[in-house]
């Protein structure tokens, strides 16, 4: 099965949508990428669909799975993997924040794909608990090991370190606010539009924050990021996931 491309990304989606429309076995069509984050979309801007279909049903469009174009990206899953897919456990979790922003464009189970699609949006709230203990224990772990090297005379492996300590810090601040870590493309479309509550964490104070970390690892900024994650972890009652550092955690506060 092959898909004619139209003249523009436009004419393409719509030639699409009515060819799944007319397929029974599709059952919803979700539209996910940066046509769904406003102020996004470039020139080179394609389109990201889902094409969600009915369990056991034999449909040719489900050789279209991962098709890609410069119009349209493709995936093409069953309704029983939609309803898991990017959830914690899962080898495509990374795939959550696509589901953020997404919007049905087709749903012929009476908003069954609506509702599957807004569990996917923010974390639970005892998934939201268990999330930032997880990446509260791998950021300080990996902060540790940073300021440890730096300490010890190595700051190239300190440098490394730091580095990976962002991914696991920005997964903390979402996860505090129930809030999916978006890609790193939107970060600072989240934070603008979205802030997380805390003026420390504003795009223009956080970003040049995390720069740094990516360009040096400077103990001082890291201690000063440390030092307002910990107060704000505490304060949201992680205190059991702190404290199981010890004496530990002088390390990473400031002098």
Request: charged share 30%.
């Amino acid at each position: 099965m092959h898909i004619t491309l139209g003249n523009t990304p436009d004419d393409t989606l719509a030639a699409f949508i009515a060819r799944a429309a007319a397929d029974p076995g599709v059952v919803g069509l979700v539209l996910s990428g940066s046509r769904v984050h406003e102020g996004m979309p470039t020139v080179h801007s394609d389109y990201d669909l889902h094409v969600i279909l009915e369990d056991e049903h034999a449909s040719p469009i489900a050789e279209l799975d991962w098709f890609r174009s410069a119009h349209l990206d493709l995936v093409v899953i069953a309704l029983t993997e939609f309803r898991t897919r990017g959830m914690p456990g899962r080898p495509d979790s990374f795939a959550r924040y696509s589901y953020v922003h997404a919007e049905v464009l087709l749903d012929r189970l009476d908003g069954t794909v609506a509702r599957i699609l807004d569990e996917k949006r923010t974390l639970g709230a005892t998934e939201a608990r268990a999330a930032v203990d997880g990446w509260l224990d791998a950021y300080v772990n990996q902060t540790y090991r940073s300021l440890k090297s730096f300490r010890d005379g190595r700051p190239a492996m300190g440098h490394l370190d730091a580095a990976e300590s962002v991914p696991y810090a920005l997964e903390v601040l979402f996860a505090l606010h129930r809030r999916v870590r978006p890609y790193n493309k939107y970060l600072q479309w989240e934070l603008e539009r979205s802030p997380l509550g805390d003026r420390r964490w504003e795009a223009d104070r956080l970003l040049p924050v995390l720069r740094r970390l990516l360009a040096d690892g400077d103990p001082h900024t890291q201690r000063a990021l440390f030092t307002d994650i910990e107060e704000t972890a505490r304060r949201a009652g992680h205190d059991r996931v702190l404290d199981s550092w010890g004496a530990d955690l002088e390390l990473l506060r400031q002098p």
